[in-house]
Nanobody, 121 residues
């Protein structure tokens, strides 16, 4: 299993920046990929970004591309999301997740508790 400690959320003005962190513990040597999702009030949870744990390849949702950067520190088993040029519509609870790859080839996804990001003047 995987457990996560998320941090870095808060209140920021439009145009500002925040960096979210997600520290993983548990079966970290079986991590296949990690990612971020977000959920705004009254809306469904949506994909933000994802990073392959070994090769570091990334992909982003169109609405955050060129503003957000996902990265990871394998030694610390920690993933980051640098968010720049934040907009009010980025306001949401941000959730990290991690995918474990088992020897059978199956993958299980685990979720963090979420951290609130509020973009407002």
């Amino acid at each position: 299993q995987l457990q996560f400690v998320e941090s870095g959320g808060g209140l920021v003005q439009p145009g500002g920046s925040l960096r979210l962190s997600c520290a993983a513990s548990g079966s970290i040597f079986s991590i296949y990929a990690m990612g971020w999702y977000r959920q705004a009030p009254g809306k469904e949870r949506e994909f933000v970004a994802r990073i392959n744990w070994s090769g570091g390849s990334t992909n982003y949702a169109d609405y955050v591309k060129d503003r957000f950067t996902i990265s990871r520190d394998n030694a610390k088993a920690t993933m980051y999301l640098q968010m720049n040029r934040l907009k009010p519509e980025d306001t949401a609870v941000y959730y990290c997740n991690g995918d474990l790859l088992f020897s059978s080839g199956s993958i299980s996804r685990y979720w963090g508790q979420g951290t609130q990001v509020t973009v407002s003047s």
